[in-house]
Structure formats: C-alpha cells, structure tokens
C-alpha cells in the first residue's frame, strides 16, 4: 500500500485530519488516565482485610454512659451472645478493618525519641484473634493473665505507672517489617507515648486498620485490654456464612430482650461494613467507566462520520481508480491505511498528553504514576476502535463501480 | 433575514439526519456530562449564607503550653479560650458550638429510642446564621445564662415524633433530663453545613461529611455540657487525655466560636482583641506563643477546608474534557458538511450572498444543532443528576437543577455549537464562486 498519495490527500484535507487527530488524542489521553483511575479504585475495594470477612457479623450500640457495672453488662451479653445456635466466637471490639472510627498510635523505637516512627492501628478486646480469624505467623496468642482492662490502662498511662498497663502486644508483619527490616521482631520492644514499652510476642500475616489508610494500611496492632461498651466497641460475631442472617436476627433480639433501652447504631454482615467503606470508591469507578464507554463511542461515531463525508466526497475519484484499474481490496485498504495514519499521530500525541494529565493528578490527588503498560494498550485500543469504525465507510467505498467515473463527469 | 436562515438550517438538517444526528448527539452527551457535574460543583461550592457570609468569622487561637514554632492554631478551641472570647461579647453576635450524640426519647410518644445527634450552642446562633423557625422562637440569653433545659428541634425530628404538628412546650427526654421544646426549625439544609466545618485538611479529599444534614436537636451550650456530660468528644489534644477529668478542663479542643462583624472596621478590632487575648493568656501562663491567632471569614474558612470533595472536582475535569472532544468532533463533521455543499454555496456567492450572509447561514445552522442538542443535554443531565441523587453520598439529596443552571444548559450548548461552528463558518464563506460554478 503506498502511503504517499494518502498524504498528499490529507494534505488537502488539513483542517478536518488535525481535528480528528485532535479528538483521537484527546480521548486517548483521558481514556488513558481513566482506565488507570478505575484499576486504582478496583484494587482499593480489593483491600485485603486480614480476618475471614465472609464469617463475621457485627453489631455497634450507643454507648450508654461511665456507669460502674459497664463491665458485668459487657459480659453478660458476651455470654448470652455465645449461647446462640451457630456462633463459633464471639468479642467486643474497638477497631476493626474498614470499620471507620478507632484509636491510633504514633509507635517509637527508642524511647526517647521525639518524631514517631509510624502511625499504627490499636485494636483492643479479648478473644480478638481466634472471633476475626487472625493468622499468627510468628509467636503466640495473648493469655488471659495478660489483659488489663481500657479505664485502668489508660488511668496507668496518665499517672505514667508502668504496673496498671499491657506488657505484650501484636503487631502486623508488615509493621514489624518497616520496624525492623529482615529482622526478627519477637522478643523486640516498642514505646508509645512517653516512652512507654511494650514487647511483641506476635506477628500476625495481616490485618487492616479502620481508616486513615493512607497512614499504611496493614499497620495494625492488637493490645491485650480488654473493653466494655465504651464509645466505639463493636460486638463481633463469628459464624457460619450460611448463618449469618440468621445468627444476626438472634443477637439483635437478645441484646434488646437484655436491654430494651439500648440503641442499636449499626448492624450487619462484614460484607455491609466493607461495602460502606468503599460505597465512594465504587460509585467513581462506575462514573469513569461510563466516561470511558462515551468517550469511545462518541469518538467512534466521529469518524465514522468523517469518513462517511470523506468517501461521498471522493465517489469520483474512486470511480476513476476503480477503473484505472485498482481492486476493491486497493480501495479498502486505502481508507483503512488512512484511518491508521491518522490514529497513530493522534495516539502519538494522546501520550504526551496522557502523561501530562497524569502529572496534573499526581499533584494535585496524590495518584501514583501512569505505569508505562497503559500507552502500549491504549494505543491498541485506539487503533482497533478506529479500524472497526472506519470500517463499514471503506466497505462502502470499495463498493462504489467503476462506471461512476464516466457517469458523473 | 434570520428567519429565512432558520429555514434554510432545517432543510440543510433534514437532508443529512444521520449526520445531524451524530452531531446533536455528541453535543448532548458532552453537555450533559460537564452541566450535571457543573451543577453538582455549583450546590457544593456555592456560598451558604449569601449576603452575609462576609459578615461571618471564625476566630482561632493556639492554646497549647509547649511551645512550637511551625504551628498552626487548632481548627477548633479549648474550652475556657472559646468561653473567655464568647463572654467578652465583642462581636455583633457570636456563638459557641459543639456537637454530640445522645439518647433521645419522646415521652408522650410511641416511638422506639433513637440516637440524636445534637448542637450545643448560644443563642445568636439562630440570627446570625438566618436559620428559619416553623413554630416557637429560639432560646434567649437569659435561657443561657440560667442554664435551661430548653431546645429547638429540626423539622425532620418534629415529621418524625410529632408528624409536622405544632410541638412547642412538648418535652423530650434526652438522655435523663427532660426539656422543654421552645421552638422547631422550618426545613432548613445548609450546603455545605458550614458552622461545623473543620479539620478538611486531614480528610485526604474525602470531604462528603460536610454535606450532612443539620441536628435534630439544639441546646443552649451550657446546659446541654450537663445534661450530656461525658457525651463529648474532642476534636483533637495536644496532650494525653485523661479520664478522670472533665473535658472542660483537658487539653483538648472541642468548641468551635463564630462571631459576625458588621463592618471592616469592627474586623480589624476584633483581630486587635483577639490578639490581646492570647497575649494575656501567655502572660498568665496559659499559652506558649501569642502570635498564633487567625481569623478567617467563612467563605476563606470554606476554602481553607476545602469543602469541595476531591471526586466531585476530578468528576468536573473530566466532563469538561469530554465536552472538549465532543466539540472536535462536532466542528469536524461541521466542516464536513458545510464544505459538502460547496457548489450550492458557490451559486448563492455568486448570485450576490456576500461572505458574511454565508457566514451567518452556516452559524444558525450551528445555532440549531446547538439548540437541538441543548435539549439532549437537558434530558442526559436530569438523568445524570438523578444517578447521583441515587449514589450513598451525603450531598445526594441536595442535588437539583436550579433555574439558573437550566439556563445555563442552553447557553453552555449553544455557545459551544457555535463555537464549533466558527471554523467550518468561516471556511464555508471562503469558498471561491467562480471554482464551484465551474464545476456544476
């Protein structure tokens, strides 16, 4: 196929082949960024979370007030709640994955240090490890000797009195990875606040925190301190997938048959909380994803309707062609030669483009950079996209007959 | 003459639908795309108080005891710095605010118990903000200052407990106190609900919970500290916060003070006091640093919190890129077809149109696919405002088309045909007669 004559067509041509060029850069780039948005959404909502999330339901009650038997209450639902048909475990939580809301602390190496090392999760309750499923894969479980419980910690904290607080605590394998890089962690000791110690005796293979993601996502920790309904604890029921409703249904009329005055402020399968969490995340992809598909279609529809205009135009041209001798095939392949020429310079500048709306957005939304595999699948894309557009126009062209060279003259 | 172009435009139109099709189509996608997030921009970044928000400011100090020299003042205040600026009256108006949850019961009513979530705050509140009363009257001064259990209800909690019926003197119980309702709230939805706003910088753009929905019940400040007392909680501390003392008196911050000013010349004295103010308090001991004062006003404060979430601002980027690729595509089938006509151009040149009476005719007939495809637009924008309306966001039932955006749908369409249709106008109009006429 010669490429010269085509030139020198589009060469007469130049206003109409720039604003098709124009519009095919145009849409490359932003199909190019969008494209690379949505797989940033989708790999949020893909989050891991570190607990077995398909067996869990969890329920959160108002917190009523610092009255003096919020323990025994605690207790006496935790035990009620045990006794449902189906419940494998059962906990009160503060913090759990995507559960918003939820203490964190700034985590030091040395205890005289002014600037944190990092900012970590705090995840307090009992029972904690085996109701969420958390895999240790170093060290051991909290013993029951060890938990002291949140009023008396944190009275300890503040009084500086070492004795009233937790000695232990667990932490995620990535935390103890950024802590001590190749190194072991248990055994090791961190501090919190004034300088207060505390030694790991596990590592767990992961667990998410609550939000502030963006602070590590995988930095986590579990205290043994144990909580009643204090603001923000959560009671945390694991059973069967299959039972879960029901399980729900069961805990939800035990809590009010304990007591009828409580409020119950959320309620719901793990998948709810996780749904809720990433409900934004989700609704932008579903936005740029019908961005894209519009972008494509009214940009396929372009030049469909470039080269329609294009092929009425040259009918005699073609008819001349056609006679002179040249096939249907030559004609086809003439039209599609030029739509390829065409998208290419288009893809060509819907890179640079691409990469300049790409540094636009990691200033301003802090998004990582366009990895390079984006141009090479865009400009497939593109070029496909344009091929099956101009496709049915150059049909029509190649079926133009010779004899319109006589006719028309 | 214009009518005779509006003809000739929709017999030019009618020759080739499918192409006035594509071309009405693509501007009625790309219309509808950047006016339905226009229109989402527009409600949220929009002024909550218009005509007086320049009259509202929000005062900060930096009551922390150690001293640092990059910092900035809290977003929010200590409890005795905000009392202290709140008692010394030195505004036209000024109020304190703070929110909470508590238990909420109906006594008279049979309805289960609901968690409510509350503002306390002063008086002025009501005046100063222009927030609308159904039935009743705010509380007074004297209501603050006697510490009474009175409140005002939202209209959505008087639908709820009392449907909508007049409710004033009815008693609520909250959390163990009774009071007295003394007033309810007409609908009132601020957007954003600005006298709550802060921290938005720590939000990482995620900033939907501005958009949330006023309480359902107000209280004066103090008595609502006791018959909530332990239902608080701070916005942040500057040092560990300890459990067996009140919040009023911890190193927390938690109450945010508004105060409206009249004039520039009241603002720069309010400054002056505010300024004094920290000064006394390090001379007595209390703050590490005077000079960590700033008062914003609130469309600065709106702004500094950057209430617009980030999704909604990347949402508008992009649709107006879209609209920019429509646009390429309408003026190129635009020169398309207008340069397809060339001959019947050439006889209308040469039988005495001049440049500009072609100029013309090919600009209504951008005009009228401007039109057509504004209507598109309007039709793919109330769809388009519809999905968000159905989206889980906090701002989903604020999102309406207001006149002046359907105004502006059409404006928006028909500027943007014709400036795709400038281009192929103008070289529609070149077209030499003599080179046509030849060729007939």
Known sequence: MDILPILSTLRRHKITAWLLIMQIALTCAIVCNAVFLIGQ???????????????????????????PDATARAQTDLA????????????LSISLPFAMGGPNSDVMLDARQKQRTLSASNFFGQNLLPTLGLKLVEGRDFQPGEYVDLTTATAALQSGELKGLPQTVIITKAMAERLWPGQGALGKTIY????????????????????????GADYSMVMPISVDLTSGARYVIRCAPQDRAQVLGAALAKLKQIDPRRVVLQKGTYDDVRRAFFANDRAMAGILTGVVAALLIVTALGIVGLASFWVAQRRRQIGVRRALGATRANIL????????????????????????????????????????????????????????????????????????ATRSV | MFAYYMDLALRSLRRSPVLTALMVLAIAVGIGASMTTLTVMHLLSGDPLPGRSQHIFYPQVDPTSHFNPHSHPYDMMDYHSAVDLWSAQRADRQALIT?????????????????????????????????????????????????????????????????????????????????????????????????????????????????????DVFMPFFSSLEVNDGGFNPFTCWSALDPGVKLQNSTCVWVALWVQLGSAGKVSGYRDYLAAYAEQQKALGRFARADNTRMFDLMQWLDFNRVVP??????????????????????GLLLAKFLRRAGEIGVRRALGASRMAV????????????????????????????????????YADLIHLDPSMFGLTFALAIAASLLAGVLPALRASRIVPALQLKTL
């Open chain 1, 41 to 67: 959404r989708l790999q949020r909502m893909d989050m891991p979370s570190g607990i077995d999330e398909h067996n869990l339901v969890q329920i959160k009650v108002a917190y009523i007030s610092n009255r």
């Open chain 1, 80 to 91: 009620a709640l045990r006794q449902i048909p189906g419940v494998q475990q059962v906990a």
């Open chain 1, 192 to 215: 919190f606040g004034q300088g207060v110690p505390f030694r790991v005796i596990g590592v767990l293979a992961g667990l998410t925190r609550s939000d502030s993601l963006r602070n």
């Open chain 2, 359 to 394: 100029f013309a005719q090919c600009l209504v007939e951008a005009g009228m696919i401007g039109l057509l495809g504004g209507l598109g637009g309007l039709l793919l924008t109330l769809l388009g405002l519809w999905l968000i309306r159905r989206q889980p966001v906090e």
């Open chain 1, 333 to 404: 392949h003439y039209f599609q030669t030029e739509n390829f020429l065409l998208a290419t310079i288009g893809i060509v500048i819907g890179m640079v483009l691409a990469f300049g709306i790409n540094l636009f957005l990691m200033k301003h939304y802090e998004l990582p950079r366009l990895p390079a595999v984006y141009f090479p699948v865009g400009a497939i894309a593109l070029w496909m996209i344009g091929q099956l557009a101009v496709l049915g126009p150059a049909l029509r062209a190649a079926a133009v007959p010779p004899v319109v």
């Open chain 2, 99 to 215: 929110v909470s949850a508590l238990r909420l019961t109906a006594p008279t009513v049979n309805q289960p118990a609901l968690m409510a979530q509350m503002l306390s705050t002063t008086t002025d509140f009501f005046p100063m903000f222009a927030v609308p009363l159904q039935y009743g009257n705010a509380w007074t001064a004297q209501d603050d200052a006697r510490h009474a259990r009175v409140a005002v209800i939202s209209a959505d909690l008087n639908n709820k407990l009392f449907q909508g019926s007049n409710s004033v003197g009815r008693t609520l119980r909250l959390k163990d106190t009774d009071v007295r309702i003394v007033g309810v709230l007409a609908p009132w939805r601020p957007s954003p609900q600005f006298y709550e706003v802060v921290g938005g910088r720590f939000s990482d753009g995620d900033t939907a919970s501005f958009y949330n929905r006023p309480e």
């Open chain 2, 310 to 331: 980030s999704d909604v601002r990347l949402q508008t980027w992009l649709a107006f890129a879209f609209l920019a690729i429509c646009l390429f595509n309408t003026i």
